[in-house]
Nanobody, 120 residues
Framework: QVQLVESGGGLVQPGGSLRLSCAAS????????MAWYRQAPGKQRELVAT???????NYGDSVKGRFTISGDYAKNTVYLQMDSLKPEDTAVYYC??????????????WGQGTQVTVSS
């Protein structure tokens, strides 16, 4: 089992920044990919960014150029730096982990989520 704990959400004005953290513990040897997803009210869950154990990254089109995913593997922690935030970025953000992005949805591990609200 892998436990994921997110932190760093909150209320920010449009154009502002937030950094989310996801600390992993447990059987972390079993995971090769970590990801951030988000879900806004009434909308489907959306893949935001992914990072592999080889530090390869990928981003959803809506956040490219504004969000950066990174990892401190010594601390078993993944970060999501969010800049130039927009009201449409408002959502619950979830950290997830698994062997690949394809397997995360079906058999991966998920955190409890952290609320990000972008509003003036």
């Amino acid at each position: 089992q892998v436990q994921l704990v997110e932190s760093g959400g909150g209320l920010v004005q449009p154009g502002g920044s937030l950094r989310l953290s996801c600390a992993a513990s447990g059987a972390i040897f079993s995971i090769s990919t970590m990801a951030w997803y988000r879900q806004a009210p009434g909308k489907q869950r959306e893949l935001v960014a992914t990072i592999t154990s080889g530090r390869s990254t990928n981003y959803g089109d809506s956040v490219k150029g504004r969000f950066t995913i990174s990892g401190d593997y010594a601390k078993n922690t993944v970060y999501l730096q969010m800049d130039s935030l927009k009201p449409e970025d408002t959502a619950v953000y979830y950290c997830a982990a698994g062997r690949t992005v394809a397997t995360i949805a079906s058999s991966g591990y998920w955190g409890q989520g952290t609320q990000v609200t972008v509003s003036s």
